[in-house]
């Protein structure tokens, strides 16, 4: 007991996996990144230095730390062949659909030289697939404007290279915008990692089978493409388009709440948190800050904070205890930056990435390791004999 709050290890009786890099405590709001809380790392680290912290288990010294971002770097680029990959896509295909494809295809190019027995390999791997995911995505989103891949310029910050990629064009220079690449970089750190979330669950058991990380990686952005997952912000800034206006609040509400109805309020709600997630309150104060600095007046954000301040009154959000999640308040913030919906879930992938890796690695690393394999509850026919069908 830290004073703080009392720590509760986990469901010992039903664990999936013990770990040592996130600790989540839904009841009190708490994460907490290698004993690190969440909001002092995205107030005052950089997603570059959580991601050292999140593989390696502590903070780097200024030596570390410049040796790991210039190792991330040199592996920014990705090979010629794979580009080619993209054409194969028609230019409206999903993002998200780009991504498990190309990011599975890494496979093909680093799976025989990815030996993941050894720890040299298995960091190299690790690297490749944290550097290049930046390229990947901003290259996905070029693809579906129609606009000329930019190859990364490695002077740049990690975020502030993605900025580049994904909004530079080659006939003019790109400054990058420090307002952006700060409230980028803090994204990032919101959405490194969340214990074993149900992305990070299929990277682990595909992982456990021995399946080189690339394709396990693949299998994580499937996952979190979903709604109910991290396709939830894509989805909770057109559902905030869709209200439109606070006097449309209490009709989707009344939705909200209604069984018969599947509507949910897309960015609330969550698993593992019956309280504020920390998460949520450092991107609404992020999202206050992007939108001032940028002068952006975007009504979809006094909707977002009327609905929450409606939400957290509603005795039926009370009761059942929904709060906003990661996911209410981060379109409003890629939106003011200029990306798409169709990209949100890109950028979750990306910074989850780096905790994919970290679990991935801690998977791997654990000698008492063995393959996946969840057990059932069978409720299905008990034995009975074949029955010609001419007899049925
Ligand atoms: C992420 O696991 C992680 O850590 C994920 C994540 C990460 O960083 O990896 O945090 C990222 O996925 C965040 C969640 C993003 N998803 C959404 O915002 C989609 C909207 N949320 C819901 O779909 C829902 O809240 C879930 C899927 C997130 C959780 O669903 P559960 O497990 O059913 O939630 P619950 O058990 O707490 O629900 C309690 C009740 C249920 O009703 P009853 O069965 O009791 O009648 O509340 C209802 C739910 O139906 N409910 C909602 C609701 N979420 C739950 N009702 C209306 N709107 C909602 N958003």
Request: hydrophobic share 40%; with cysteine; proline share 6%.
């Amino acid at each position: 007991n830290t004073g703080a709050f009392t720590y509760d290890p986990g469901f010992t009786s039903t664990a999936s996996c013990e770990s040592k890099i996130t600790y989540i405590d839904g009841d009190q709001g708490v994460l907490l990144h290698r004993g690190y809380p969440i909001d002092q790392l995205a107030e005052k680290s950089s997603f570059m230095e959580v991601a050292y912290l999140l593989m390696r288990g502590e903070l780097p010294n200024p030596d570390d730390y410049d040796e790991f971002v210039r190792t991330i770097t040199r592996h920014t680029m990705i090979h010629e062949q794979l580009a080619m990959f993209y054409r194969g896509f028609r230019r409206d295909a999903h993002p998200m659909a780009i991504m498990c494809g190309v990011v599975g295809a890494l496979s093909a190019f680093y799976h025989d030289s990815t030996d993941i027995n050894d720890p040299v390999q298995r960091r190299i791997a690790s690297h490749r697939l944290i550097a290049k995911m930046p390229t990947i995505a901003a290259m996905a989103y070029k693809y579906s404007v129609g606009q000329p891949f930019l190859y990364p310029d490695n002077s740049l910050s990690y975020t502030g290279n993605f900025l580049r990629m994904t909004f530079g064009v080659p006939a003019e220079a790109y400054e990058v915008d420090p307002v952006i690449e700060a409230a980028m970089d803090k994204i990032f750190i919101l959405h490194a990692d969340h214990e074993q979330n149900a992305s990070t669950s299929t990277v682990r058991l595909a992982g456990s089978s021995g399946a080189n990380p690339f394709a396990c990686i693949a299998a994580g952005i499937a996952c979190l493409w979903g709604p109910a997952h991290g396709g939830a912000n894509e989805a909770a800034l057109e559902m905030l388009r869709e209200i439109g206006t606070p006097d449309k609040i209490p009709e989707y509400i009344k939705r909200a709440k209604d069984k018969d109805d599947p509507f949910r309020l897309m960015g609330f709600g969550h698993r593992v948190y019956k309280n504020y997630d920390p998460r949520a309150k450092v991107m609404q104060k992020t999202a206050n800050e992007v939108l001032d600095k940028l002068g952006v007046d975007d009504p979809i954000f006094d909707v977002a904070r009327e609905l929450e301040q409606i939400a957290l009154n509603d005795d039926y959000f009370v009761e059942k205890k929904l709060y906003p999640n990661v996911d209410f308040y981060s379109g409003v913030i890629l939106s003011a930056i200029g990306f798409p919906t169709s990209m949100f879930t890109v950028l979750f992938a990306l910074a989850r990435t780096v905790g994919w890796v970290a679990q991935w690695n801690e998977m791997i690393e654990d000698p008492a390791q063995k393959i996946g394999r969840p057990r059932q509850l069978y409720t299905g026919a008990t034995a009975r004999d074949y029955v010609e069908i001419t007899n049925r």
